[in-house]
């Protein structure tokens, strides 16, 4: 079973970045699709982004397309997500998600019921 452990998070004013990482462990991490979800007080935990097993291909929910980038590194089982520009909206408990295999396409990808391991996640809190 996969464990995974998320860091990086925190308060930053609105404009700001922060870096989101994932340590991997427990399963062969080249595998697996690795992926960004976030939760806000009183929603529904909802996709960020996506990476495939390779690195080849990634995706993108509409909100932080062109602010976020997501990007792992297979020889040390790690993940990140680097969020730019952030928004008092980006507020959110984000998780991090890996899944076995590959997928088809941005809406296979952005279903939580393909990923079978989660973190803990990590609190980021984006100040107006």
């Known amino acids: 079973q996969v464990q995974l452990v998320e860091s990086g998070g925190g308060l930053v004013q609105a404009g700001g970045s922060l870096r989101l990482s994932c340590a991997a462990s427990?399963?062969?991490?080249?595998?697996?699709?690795m992926a960004w979800f976030r939760q806000a007080p009183g929603k529904e935990r909802a996709f960020v982004a996506a990476?495939?097993?390779?690195?080849?291909?990634?995706y993108y929910a509409e909100s932080v397309e062109g602010r976020f980038t997501i990007s792992r590194i297979n020889a040390k089982n790690t993940v990140s997500l680097q969020m730019n520009r952030l928004k008092p909206e980006d507020t959110a408990v984000y998780y991090c998600?890996?899944?076995?295999?590959?997928?088809?396409?941005?809406?296979?990808?952005?279903?939580?019921?393909?990923?079978?391991?989660w973190g803990q996640g990590t609190q980021v809190t984006v100040s107006s």
């Open positions: 990476i495939s097993w390779s690195g080849d291909s990634t």
């Open positions: 998600a890996a899944g076995p295999g590959g997928c088809s396409g941005k809406g296979c990808y952005g279903l939580r019921t393909f990923y079978d391991g």
């Open positions: 427990g399963r062969t991490f080249s595998g697996d699709s």
